[in-house]
């Protein structure tokens, strides 16, 4: 059974960068035809897909933010992390990392972490 | 990139109801469409992919159909612990994985 979870500070300042790691287990991350991807969830809001990264690939940004965004996989600690610079208040979220689900063009995140919230705040 | 609009937002029901939530593209996706349930301060749970893909562990009341732009969810017979918010996502634009806004199914 694959588990991810996420850690990382939960207070980030404004125009600071927000970092976080997800560990994964139960599963080689360097393995399977799998992405590895990060979701946020803004207070009270819907989900917004971040991005994701193949085990030894580029990763691929929501373009909405992928000036500020930084997404990169170790293989050998089996862990995902993600950095978004500059952050402000509109970037508190839950974020969430996620395991890509592929086949043919079926894209679908068939685990997840718990999710950390993340405030921005001074 | 492609909207994903459900409806309604919100929804009341009854255990044992049968309901259906709709998602809508704003472009045809073919079936490269999802379904999520989310309780409260939980990580949303994959239910349904490629638009009627039932996931291993999930109950068969819950069903999907649907191709292009129009889609639906349904839940027969609805119990307890089916009141959550559910999400449907589209991943024909794999570059821009996008989600719907979200049905919340209360209790009546």
Known sequence: QVQLQESGPGLVKPSQTLSLTCTVSGGSISSGAEYWSWI?????????????????????????LGSRLFISIDT???QLSLRLSSVTAADTAVYYCARVKRGGG?????YWGQGTLVTVSS | DIQMTQSPSSLSASVGDSVTITCRASQSISTYLHWYQQKPGKAPKLLIYGASSLQSGVPSRFSGSGS???????ITSLQ??????YYCQQSFNTLLLTFGGGTKV???
């Open chain 2, 106 to 108: 209360e209790i009546k």
């Open chain 1, 76 to 78: 050998s600690k089996n």
């Open chain 2, 80 to 85: 307890p612990e089916d009141f959550a918010t």
């Open chain 2, 68 to 74: 292009g732009t129009d889609f639906t969810l349904t």
């Open chain 1, 40 to 64: 946020r969830q803004l207070p009270g809001k819907g989900l917004e897909w971040i991005g994701f990264i193949y085990r030894s690939g580029s990763p691929y940004y929501n373009p909405s």
């Open chain 1, 106 to 110: 079926n894209y679908y995140f068939d």
